[in-house]
């Protein structure tokens, strides 16, 4: 399967715990982004690498999140100190675009489904 | 900033019906639109994506407009089945993809 992937597809922790999540994109893919969403809501942007520059974060992205594109390849994102309301679907998507051009078409990952106690 | 709505926020119909999704967005300044779908507790399905210089794209049963200077798209599903039961979601592509709300759609049999 060349699509894109999430591990661990479920997490279940405790308030206050740390978790890390990893998505690996379609192989060719210079950019990958990370949503999150949450019940009954459409998907809310997170963050996006152009290979392994982090070139834009939201607002929704507090100083507990933290996310890393090391080698341009696979990304992880990790939650500090977890809330309740960081429970949530966590998804990654990938695309092939031109430097500084607009995107083409993203494709998305299963998603990692978090619930924080 | 962009905002997308997307109406109605539930639809359900017989099977075999016709039907026409909204979705609504403020700033005509994209790159393209996407339409997904997303079956329960699932990820996102790339259905169809009109590139911001078009107005429509088609595949198999299903027809996706995108009328730029009215700041709307709409998806229409041709002889509906029970198993397009899911939530269709309509997004803009700036940076980045901002999504409506999504259509939730039942099929009945």
């Known amino acids: 399967d060349t699509g894109v992937s999430q591990d661990p597809r479920h997490k279940i922790t405790k308030r206050g715990q740390n978790v890390t999540f990893r998505c690996d994109p379609i192989?060719?893919?210079?950019?990958l982004y990370w949503y999150r969403q949450t019940l009954g809501q459409g998907p809310e942007f997170l963050t996006y690498?152009?290979?392994?520059?982090?070139?834009?974060k939201s607002r929704l992205l507090s100083d507990r999140f933290s996310a890393e594109r090391p080698k341009g390849s696979f990304s992880t994102l990790e939650i500090q100190r977890t809330e309740q309301g960081d429970s949530a679907m966590y998804l990654c998507?990938?695309?092939?675009?031109?430097?500084?051009?607009?995107?083409?078409?993203?494709?998305f990952g299963p998603g990692t489904r978090l619930t924080v106690l | 900033k962009q905002e997308v709505t997307q109406i109605p926020a539930a639809l359900s119909v017989p099977e075999g019906e016709n039907l026409v999704l909204n979705c609504s967005f403020t700033?005509?300044?994209?790159?393209?639109l996407q339409w997904f779908r997303q079956d329960p507790g699932k990820g996102l399905t790339s259905l169809l994506l009109?590139?911001?210089?078009?107005r429509e794209q088609t595949s198999g049963r299903l027809n996706a407009s995108l009328d730029k200077s009215s700041g709307r798209s709409t998806l229409y599903i041709a002889a509906s089945q029970p198993g397009d039961s899911a939530t269709y979601l309509c997004?803009?592509?700036?940076?980045?993809?901002?999504f409506g709300g999504g259509t939730r759609l039942m099929v009945k049999p």
């Open positions: 998507a990938s695309s092939l675009a031109a430097p500084g051009a607009g995107d083409n078409e993203q494709f």
């Open positions: 192989s060719e893919h210079n950019r």
């Open positions: 690498f152009q290979n392994e520059a982090q070139l834009e």
């Open positions: 700033d005509s300044a994209i790159y393209n």
């Open positions: 009109i590139q911001s210089s078009q």
């Open positions: 997004a803009i592509a700036g940076n980045m993809l901002t």
